[in-house]
């Protein structure tokens, strides 16, 4: 039974890599023929309230401005993503689409007028569903999970404010409330905290005290009855 355990597990993990490594190899992939041909995608962006900007809702998060603005989000976004995809496998995909239209759609709606581009909102909206997915579901693991995304992550919180111009602040406070409300509206999906033995114990305890309590009141009343009519 172990070791199918195990099994179990190390294709769970492999699975858990397969869509993130896609998804970014595509990234790259994009950043390299817009390079190489010497052309630029940033028309491609997320243009608030203007026709020619809702095609930026689907294809934003693979438009990067330059190679350092891809870098310093490929490796946060690789590993919420496996994070996502391995401990949340039963919803990892609705997650994943989801944060990203829900958080495309609210720039759109309401950022300043610029072109908003980039994965970081996506980022910023797994970050934040894995820390209150944890915190909301109090399983023991998930909450480790959402130590962990504080302690790598938690200098991100800064991101959702309007401190630089050149980044898109917005894209980052979206995504961030997108994670919130996903990790709310799914609480009840995916992984549930586990119940130990000593609960159940307690259980059957208070279970076990309500029935005698109520024998004893069914006691007293017929007691009280019988007595009654004997007077």
Do not use: C
């Not at 070791?3 to 190899?25: G, Y």
């Amino acid at each position: 039974m172990k070791a199918n355990s195990v099994d179990q597990e190390k294709r769970k993990f492999i699975h858990s890599l397969v869509f993130p490594m896609f998804f970014l190899f595509l990234l790259w992939m994009i950043k390299i023929v817009e390079t190489g041909l010497n052309l630029d995608f940033s028309s491609f962006g997320i243009y608030p309230l203007k026709w020619k900007g809702l095609i930026g809702i689907i294809t934003a998060p693979f438009i990067h401005s330059n190679f350092y603005h891809l870098i310093g989000n490929s490796l946060p976004l690789f590993l919420l993503s496996v994070g996502i995809f391995y401990f949340y496998n039963q919803i990892a995909y609705k997650i994943f689409f989801l944060t990203w239209l829900i958080s495309g759609i609210w720039v759109w709606f309401g950022a300043r007028e610029a072109y908003h581009i980039g994965a970081s909102g996506l980022i910023y909206g797994f970050a934040f569903f894995l820390f209150f997915s944890g915190i909301i579901r109090k399983d023991v693991r998930l909450m480790a999970i959402s130590a962990l995304v504080v302690f790598l992550y938690g200098g991100m919180i800064w991101g959702i404010f309007p401190i630089k111009a050149e980044i898109s602040w917005e894209s980052h406070l979206m995504g961030g409330i997108a994670g919130l409300v996903l990790s709310i509206y799914y609480r009840k999906y995916g992984p549930q905290r586990k119940k130990f033995d000593w609960e159940d114990e307690d259980d059957e305890d208070e279970n076990d005290n309500e029935n005698n309590s109520s024998e004893l009141n069914y006691f007293y009343i017929e007691k009280k009855s019988k007595d009654s009519e004997n007077k």
